[in-house]
């Protein structure tokens, strides 16, 4: 017997039955905005990472040489690949660009509770406008999405932040702006969270922020909590903080016209950790706290697809990860049903597999789902499978059901039969049940 | 500039909406018989390929050691992880298990038309029962699948062979039969068509069969045309032919009840290359012999799953490759339409963005799909974005509109407007267009 890979998962039916409705509903949800799926590559060129996407990536990647030499990597995100691809047939592409994609990813990292080697997540980007419209209707995609799941006001809660706000912060209170790392400085605020005060302090001295310009800069960020707090931070920061701070107030103004605006809180906390962010970024969160990691995140990438090569294309995305948005839908009590569903179950006793397979066939051109011997049963033997896939109604076409021009209809909820004309089962149109020929 | 790796592919969106179209048919077609959707990791242990699937794979591997120190590889086929996961929970599992799986494989090979290194197959498995009822229904899926796509019976051909009356039949005719390699002699017929005759007698020579044993045995398979033709075979193959042919004619018999009897004929020069099939084997072929190669095939392996130390578990599936189907969708000019497609842009001029987004999201709500402006654009650089997504109607929300209570309400193709009452947009139910308020 062989052992699947630790971190790699295998979804059985039933399991897969609910993750199928919650990645049907995220992509539906994308797709009602106009967003378009693509279908991109497994393997990507190693250098394409080393080189764009930071270092604390390419630790984490499943790297080897192909057989060719190549070195190559299992992708470990989707956003170098559709910059790639802009960059290929940009000019061709009407903008902006909007596209949808829902695939596994790969990172060789320690696994834990939400945190897997192989990950699922559903891309939704826009390439080719900085008006802030762009980064809103990402926002009111996500929450369609999680709206669609059945999840509330009430379960999660955008936090809303700005790169060019912190960048500019820092600079703006930095005795020497050119000292400051502000890429640093940034993912000191992305690990804020998760980090004890004497780290967080000491990643954003290691920044090049002083001790005292540090503490600032920690109030003046966790002072913020609604839009109006910012006129404070536009005060402390100057002029590029403040034409970040109007940036975020537009978006979040596009938010509330496109429905998204509930759900949005401004935090300045919040800073996303991969370096090719720029403008507005932000996470969602569980309402309740119980889902303590951020479930998923996204904000602007604007210098990236002209980093790789193509025309200067502002960008915006958001990627929810399949596996922290189950830990939300389970802690809300949303997360879809695992049991099968099967709408009909013909059973055929008798030299009647021909007419029982017609009969099969009549159901499934009206859509529904169908299941019939292919076991050489019993009677009781294909009743009890029917049962065990939670078969709604039996069809039984016996020899002496057909002798009388009838098939029986059988309630499997109540155990309740009927017959109905032979000639008219299953009817033209429709979902028949017993209660329409009892 | 950074370019994708030789034999993968990126799907730009209009292509994509054809391949979406193709595997939403196919997954619909087996989802009406009631397989389940399963889904699997795309690294596995290299061992279970080295140890089980024929040296021929190997070769092809995408194989390389990760960070622990594991050999693994990018899963090559889906079957030896489905074979795993049943020996894994086979107990837990109601009898016939019915899988379904669309997904990216990987095999390091030459690239050739229809033939690349990602590329990707719906995999279709019935666990669980040794009646060729099943056998039958695999192929029935596959038929409903490609009569779904607009294929039709003068289209395609299921050529279908039994393992074990091409292995009964090298047995029975060899000097000694255990001289005989009869998985050697059945992959000698899986090149029959795609090697000279000088390499296929030689390949017959090299599993064990002499000259003249080899042409009696070419001369049997290859007379064979019909089901009636099954009865020369029978009667120079002995017993275990018989059964073969006996079990090839009931499966026949219930592909014929099951509505696939007419896509299906005998082909005994039909063996399938990998060593773990068994019993009926199948492919499907282009009927007009454009497309050359063999479009996907299937069968019976009954012995994989004891062999990766379950119980005794008999099998059968069909795996369509999505890269020889297009190829055959297009000789047929079956294959979808690769434009994209939009139901609805709302059109916002001067101050109405609010409004515009309300309209925006009732559209949704009804379940189409709408665009509206995220790139900052005038009322006729908004139109000619419309027009380059295909909108099929174009709802203009300008702030003389909102004045009168109304939005106008243009039709694309025709060019057409008129006016409709503002509070009664969208209606509560169904697709407004144009004709609908002229």
Redesign the interface.
Do not use: C, N
């Given at each position: 017997?062989?052992?699947?890979?630790?971190g790699?998962?295998?979804?059985?039916?039933g399991e897969?039955?609910a993750?199928?409705e919650v990645t049907d509903a995220i992509e539906d949800a994308a797709?009602?905005?106009?967003f378009?799926?693509?279908?991109?590559?497994?393997?990507?060129?190693t250098?394409?990472y080393v080189d764009k996407s930071g270092e604390e990536i390419v630790d984490e990647l499943?790297a080897?040489?192909?057989?060719?030499g190549?070195g190559?990597s299992?992708t470990p995100e989707l956003t170098?690949?559709v910059a790639?691809?802009v960059?290929?047939?940009g000019q061709e592409?009407?903008?902006?660009i909007?596209?949808l994609s829902t695939r596994?990813f790969?990172r060789?990292e320690q696994v834990q509770q939400g945190r897997f080697r192989?990950f699922y997540q559903t891309n939704v980007d826009?390439f080719?406008?900085a008006?802030p419209?762009?980064d809103?209707?990402v926002l009111a995609v996500a929450a369609?999405a999680l709206t669609a799941l059945g999840l509330t006001g009430d379960d999660f809660e955008f936090h809303v932040s700005h790169r060019d706000i912190l960048g500019g912060l820092v600079r703006a209170l930095a005795d020497d702006p050119d000292a400051v790392d502000t890429g640093a400085a940034i993912r000191a605020v992305d690990k804020r969270a998760k980090v004890d005060d004497g780290e967080y302090f000491g990643l954003l001295s290691d920044a090049g922020l002083d001790r005292a310009t540090a503490r600032e800069f920690d109030d003046l960020i966790t002072g913020v909590e609604t839009v109006a707090d910012l006129d404070t931070v536009a005060a402390a920061g100057g002029e590029d903080v403040e034409a970040a701070v109007e940036n975020l107030r537009n978006v979040l103004a596009?938010a509330a016209?496109?429905?998204a605006g509930r759900f949005c809180e401004v935090s300045l906390t919040t800073a996303r950790g991969l370096d090719y962010y720029t403008g507005v970024v932000f996470e969602c969160f569980d309402s309740t706290g119980e889902v303590s990691r951020s479930v998923f995140g996204g904000g602007r990438y604007d210098d990236l697809i002209e980093s790789?090569?193509?025309q200067p294309t502002p960008a915006v995305g958001v990627a929810p990860g399949h596996a922290t948005l189950k830990l939300l839908c389970q802690r809300a009590g949303v997360w879809p049903d695992e049991a099968?569903s099967?709408d009909y179950y013909v059973l055929s006793v008798g030299d009647t597999?021909?007419k029982a397979?017609?009969i099969a066939?009549g159901l499934?051109e009206l859509?529904?789902?169908?299941?019939s011997?292919?076991?050489?049963r019993s009677f009781g033997g294909q009743l009890g499978?029917a049962d065990?896939?939670n078969a709604e109604t039996v069809v039984v076409v016996g020899e002496r059901d057909l002798a009388n021009d009838e098939v029986t209809v059988k309630d499997m909820a109540s155990g309740d039969e009927t017959t109905a004309p032979v000639d008219e089962f299953p009817p033209a149109s429709g979902r028949p049940t017993y209660e329409d020929y009892e």
């Open positions: 017997m062989y052992d699947g890979l630790k790699f998962r295998e979804f059985y039916s897969q039955s993750r199928r797709a009602r905005y106009g378009r799926e693509v279908a991109t590559p497994a393997l990507e060129r250098a394409m499943y080897f040489e192909d057989k060719g190549r190559v299992l170098p690949t790639r691809m960059v290929a047939k592409l009407s903008k902006p909007k596209w596994p790969w060789y192989e826009v080719g406008s008006a419209e762009a809103a209707e369609d596009a016209d496109f429905g790789f090569g193509g099968l099967t597999r021909e397979a017609e066939r499934r859509g529904h789902v169908v299941e011997d292919v076991s050489d499978y065990s896939i």
